[in-house]
């Protein structure tokens, strides 16, 4: 009898119907879809954003001239036939540096997100899921790092990579300078933004992870005896996905002007691989008698930031419907 | 209360040592001395210069010297000007970021609270709708934007303003505005969204009830309330102040710490760079402290549990 009811409750309680069961009607993603649709300032800067990774992606095809390709006749040549946005100190295309440029952007704007996505996912995840002593200590390691201004940080993790001379390293870090060399000084720079930006996101996937921990059907996957990667990957972590995203994306603003930061004081990119930031100094120093230069970078820089602003708002508004006002 | 604050206290502590650690193991330690790529000197010189800084001790002693040293808050002197030390250096040149950061708060402080309160009550009108694209707008257009932005309009193209150094009035100016509209904005978002939260709320409507000027009812009954959210902002706004900093003194040539700090990267200063990091961890974290304590203290509902 017993052994017969717990059969036919097996069925029911397979531990995934958090994951599995969906309401007739709408879903909440469609829904989610719906309301983003709607929001059109949110998907024009979508339509903005998917056009800019297609220029990054494309950029060899598209630029009319490499970055670093120089003419020293057209110094700070004014925008015309031969440069369309003009041609900066060292007679360089600025058009075309702005779309390599791009490519800096968008690559610490999505691969500084997923690092520290990652990170911080998988250090709140395992705090919140061990829960108890150990939850407390790590929790108080990331107050004791949180408490450091990370900007500071990551200025002194740059400097630090930066002053190595490569040439007197071998094995491992040898590689590391050859990787970073190879990617215009991009390497070092997602390294420096997943040290220094995990913290966040570890506090807050720590904090769904502990409210998932209390719910009923944790008791459940306990009771089955799954495994605890089981646990993990297929009921916690479906179940916390999307508020984390919703954080993570609006904190990739902050990244692009961590970059442009870095690169506009000579911690960023290695020249003469653009970035907006270091095309913003490079502006800078001219730009009493050619604003052409800088003014660019400066646009672009905005307006892709903003763009991510307006995704990012439109994500949370779908996702999060109790904070839509 | 006070448990809670010795914890803070402990925090704050632990925090600075890790911050002390960090600064020299990635700045002390780099890979040559900072002598290596002048001309070639006479290894006496070397010698003498490398005891005058402490950098022929052991690694560890060197190390021990550096928190001891930064407990007393004495950095030694510095690389590029070597009769100056770190302090005389930092004393010079904080007051005036404190200056510029204080400018920023004020003016972020007087547009943003009212911008936000005007759109809020003004809910879903063209008011409103300007407010919030303002509100956007300074979040999105960061300092580094901004500055030279300013400096085209106002000050090649228009000619109103100076564009650089740290002289007049007139000179405040744009610093100023660079770095408080993004300050701006943030204190707009929040004053705006806990203004349409309190509007809606019982008292409210009681305090119209009873027949109150409107000017009253919005003044005393919600802005009073509708700030404390706004107080907590002073916490992370701290942060953005300092950021903007850096780059809105590097633009407009103010002689501030930042621009310093920024500099002395460049000259491979690195006492400097140590001073400086360590004072920046100190200012920010003792004034979220503040803050905290602030927050507790003016909205009693949320005093922190022993």
Partial sequence: MMREEANMAKPILTGTEDVTFIPKGESLLRQGLRRFRKNRMALASFVFLVLLTLVAVFAPLIAPAHYSTDDLGATYEKPGANYPLGADFMGRDVLSRIIYGSRVSLAVAFIGALVSFLMGLGYGVTAGYLGGRWDEWMMRAVDVLYALPSLVIIILIMVYFRAGDPASFKGFKALLYEWDRAMGGMLFIFIGLGLTSWLQMARISRAEALSIRRREFMENTQAQGLSHRRVILRHMLPNILGPCIVVESAHIPLYILTEAFLSFIGLGVNPPMPSWGSMINEGYQAMRSYPHVILWPVVLLTVTVLAFNYVGDGLRDALDPRLND | MHSYLL?????????????????????????????????????????NLESYYGLDQPLWKQYLDFLWGASHGDFGPSYSSPTDSVNAIMSRHLPVSAELGMWAILLALCMGIPLGVLAAYYHN??????????????????????????????????????????????????????????????????????????????????????????????????????????????GPMLAQVLTGTFIVEFFFAVPGLGRYFITSIGNRDYPVVMGTSLLFGVALMGLNLLVDMLYSFIDPRIRVRP
Avoid at chain 2, 14 to 23: E, H, R
């Fill in chain 2, 7 to 47: 914890w803070r206290l402990m925090n704050m502590v632990l925090a600075m040592f890790v911050l002390a650690t960090l600064v020299f193991f990635l700045v002390r330690a780099l890979p040559g001395g900072p002598f290596d790529r002048e001309k070639t000197l006479p290894p006496e010189i070397v010698k």
């Fill in chain 2, 125 to 234: 009108s063209p008011i409103d709708m300007a407010a919030s694209f303002v509100a956007i707008l300074g979040r999105s257009v960061p300092p580094i934007a901004l500055s030279p932005l300013l400096i085209l309009v106002f000050g090649l193209y228009l000619r109103w303003v100076p564009i650089a150094r740290w002289e007049g009035p007139a000179h405040r100016i744009l610093p100023a505005v660079a770095l408080g509209l993004g300050l701006a904005a943030i204190f707009a978002r929040v004053s705006r969204s806990s203004m349409l939260q309190i509007i809606r709320e019982d008292y409210i409507r009681t305090a119209r009830a009873k027949g109150l000027p409107e000017r009253s009812v919005v003044f005393i009954h919600a802005l009073r309330n509708a700030l404390i959210p706004v107080v907590t902002l002073l």
